[in-house]
């Protein structure tokens, strides 16, 4: 059993301080939102799960794409754990919306095309999971692996694209967006600087577990290896 | 299967023009695929059999009076074209891992690409054939006319987009423990924008809309099929390497 890296054990630390002080922003450094009130405060950590599914899928297509050029198994560990926090984070996404749709679009649910992307989005990595789960053979699993998640990766803003034809409430506050959507509002500095801190915090969030899930899997590919020789001996 | 044999770039063993050689070999496998299906008559039936079987289950489901018909009728037709595919597209996948062919096929001294573009092809004419069929059947049972140029361009855009990645997948699926079940959940997900846009441009050809609403739709499919191509023609070197 190696030791946890020096630096790993760091990082919680501070992804720990971090996380607690980014509830302090959230709650208590930022001014209440004027119209929608205290439940505006779910946009902080709402946007900053979307951003880092976001992310994490991206970096599961590109180590899919390094892996079939290098074919070193330690991109696809990368990949697959990447697409596990992914979906975590996007159903936060999904969830801590529903929760903020509920008093200011006064539904749990609409048929947007964001909220329809973000399904379709959890959709596709799940049977990416399910596709990987119904194959043996390892290097066959990693190859099948990074085809589906460059092709899953580019499907989802082309679905983005055909569906934002619609007519959107979803609001957008970062650049331009519909000033008729619902549940937009014009942010304070104190809220910008609160909402920067959130994405900072939970981007080393996901670098940490991501971190902790790559070091997971080599551990039980080592447990895998041992108890083959121990059987074969 | 050593490594040499797998580089690409193989085509045109009798020394003819490279590009020639790529199309014969494509032209081969799609023969080879009607050849196999006029004999065995058992991939279109089904195919055929479920898709009527699915316009029957619309028709209860959705109670398709005049009136419903107006809307409904290009989502049942898609929906109708979206299963079948995938019936045909996994037996299609299916038969080549069976019998061994596809290690046959992998043994043949042409590009890979080439194999995929074939089977896709085949794919394709599967699809087209099902919708000839489907097409005039709707258009009797309900008294619709369906056959308008535009229409016909709709039918070979979404079938062409919803072939190309189905065959991509399909490669992947059938290799897989669970492969009866895993090509609709690997498909549909990532298939949805094409459905979408084929939905929305056969919805506007049948209610006359203005030909600017339906250019966004056509142009989604244009560019969906471009960019899956072009990303089946990267990847499927990849699924069937061994």
Request: glycine share 6%; proline share 5%; net charge positive.
């Amino acid at each position: 059993m190696e030791p946890m890296p020096r630096a790993l054990k760091t990082l919680n630390w501070l992804t720990a301080a971090l996380f607690v002080a980014a509830l302090y922003m959230v709650f208590l450094y930022a001014p209440r939102e004027a119209v929608m009130g205290d439940v505006q405060r779910v946009f902080y950590f709402h946007v900053s799960a979307g951003w880092v599914g976001a992310v994490a899928f991206l970096v599961t297509a590109i180590s899919g794409a390094v892996f079939l050029a290098r074919r070193d198994p330690r991109w696809d560990r990368l990949a697959v754990a990447s697409v596990e926090l992914g979906m975590v984070f996007a159903f936060i996404n999904i969830v801590s919306g529903s929760i903020w749709a509920r008093p200011v679009w006064n539904t749990w649910w609409t048929w947007d095309p964001r909220l329809v992307t973000a399904t379709i989005m959890e959709l596709i990595y799940l049977a990416y999971l399910m596709l990987r789960q119904g194959i043996e053979d390892p290097d066959r699993r990693a190859r099948f692996g990074s085809v589906y998640g460059i092709v899953a990766f580019i499907s989802v803003p082309i679905t983005f694209l055909s569906i934002r034809f619609f007519r959107t409430i979803h609001p957008v506050v970062i650049g331009s967006g519909d000033p008729t959507a619902e549940g937009t509002f014009d942010m304070t500095p104190r809220m910008l600087q609160a909402f920067l801190f959130s994405l900072l915090t939970f981007t080393f969030i996901y670098a940490t577990l991501l971190w902790h899930r790559v070091r997971l899997a080599r551990l039980t590919e080592h447990v895998e290896e041992r108890r083959m020789q121990l059987t074969s001996a | 299967m050593p490594e040499a044999l797998a580089t690409p770039g193989r085509v045109g063993a009798r020394g003819e023009r490279p590009v020639a050689g790529y199309l014969r070999a494509i032209a081969a496998i799609v023969r080879k695929d009607l050849a196999a299906e006029l004999r065995s008559r058992e991939l279109l039936g089904a195919m055929l059999v479920f898709s009527l079987l699915l316009i029957l289950i619309f028709n209860f489901a959705l109670e398709l009076d005049a009136r419903t018909r107006r809307t409904v009728t290009a989502g049942v037709l898609w929906s109708t074209f979206a299963f079948a595919g995938t019936l045909g597209l996994n037996r299609s996948m299916a038969l080549e891992v069976d019998r061994g062919c596809l290690d046959g096929l992998l043994l043949a001294p042409v590009d890979r690409s080439a194999l995929f573009f074939g089977k896709a092809l085949g794919n394709l004419v599967f699809m087209l054939l099902v919708a000839a069929v489907i097409l005039p059947a709707y258009s009797a049972l309900y008294s619709v006319n369906l056959f308008l140029p535009g229409l016909m361009g709709v039918v070979l855009l979404g079938s062409i987009g919803y072939v190309v990645v189905g065959t991509l997948l399909s490669s992947m699926a059938v290799q897989a423990r669970t492969r009866d079940i895993l090509l609709p959940l690997l498909l549909f997900p990532v298939v949805l924008p094409v459905v979408i846009a084929a939905v929305k441009a056969t919805g506007g050809l049948l209610q006359a809309a203005p030909p600017e609403e339906i250019r966004g739709w056509i142009s989604l499919l244009v560019a969906y099929d471009v960019i899956f191509t072009a990303v089946a023609f990267m990847t499927f070197d990849y699924i069937v390497e061994e």
